[in-house]
């Protein structure tokens, strides 16, 4: 069965500082992985996925994620954290049969002035 | 570009009384569409998905059910509501193939008192 895990439940950092949230996968064959931000009280939004190709992907607002096949990781980083990416954090994989997002307890981050 | 509705953004409904959300869904067709329930903030649990008109998959036992009238339209119901329906539901589409990821709605805060 496939799964994902977000170890943290909370990640601290200053302002400036860089940021990582970690995630890590449990699937047969290739992974479709995910990160979405959750604002309170308001819906997902994607940020980024990896499907294929270049380890290191790019997505919204400046974050990226690293794809580590060896680690079985998908963690998100960003090189200089905002206030405003205080958030909720959801690193997901889908599922390949029937295409189903499996998602994480999610990671709540904040950061600080 | 795509859009995803969802209404009310706010419910508060006694025990035992009926309950009808709707999603929907523009810019798009086919879409593949879902029904997240999320409780204390963090986890995601999927409740229900579709992949066409009429075609309802349900992911957990309970008394809510899902039914799809129109191919860009959603509605979640329940006949008789309980405490533990309480929760934050949110909506998300995906097309039928290729893209993967998943855009939510703005979701709706369902209190059950």
């Known amino acids: 069965a496939q799964s994902v895990a977000q170890p943290e439940d909370q990640v601290n950092v200053a302002e400036g500082n860089p940021l990582t949230v970690k995630c890590t996968y449990s699937?047969?064959?290739?992974?479709?992985l995910f990160w979405y931000v959750q604002y309170p009280n308001r819906g997902l939004q994607f940020l980024l996925k990896y499907i294929t190709g270049d380890n290191l992907v790019k997505g919204s607002y400046g974050f990226e994620a690293e794809f580590n096949k060896s680690q079985t990781s998908f963690h998100l980083k960003k090189p200089s954290a905002l206030v405003s990416d205080s958030a909720l954090y959801f690193c997901a994989v889908r599922e390949r049969v029937g295409g189903k997002l499996i998602f994480g307890q999610g990671t709540e981050l904040s950061v600080k002035p | 570009s795509q859009t995803i509705h969802q209404w009310p953004a706010t419910l508060v409904q006694p025990v035992g009384s009926p309950l009808s959300l709707e999603c929907t869904v523009e810019g798009t067709s086919n879409p593949n569409l879902y029904w997240y329930r999320q409780a204390a903030g963090r986890g995601l649990q999927l409740l229900f998905y579709s992949v066409g008109i009429g075609q309802i998959s349900s992911e957990v036992p309970q008394n809510l059910s899902a039914s799809r009238p129109q191919d860009r339209q959603f509605i979640l119901s329940s006949k008789k509501l309980l405490l533990s329906d309480s929760g934050f539901y949110l909506c998300?589409?995906?097309?039928?193939?290729?893209?993967?990821?998943?855009?939510f709605g703005p979701g709706t805060r369902l209190t059950v008192t």
């Open positions: 699937v047969s064959g290739n992974p479709y």
């Open positions: 998300a589409w995906s097309v039928r193939t290729g893209w993967y990821e998943q855009y």
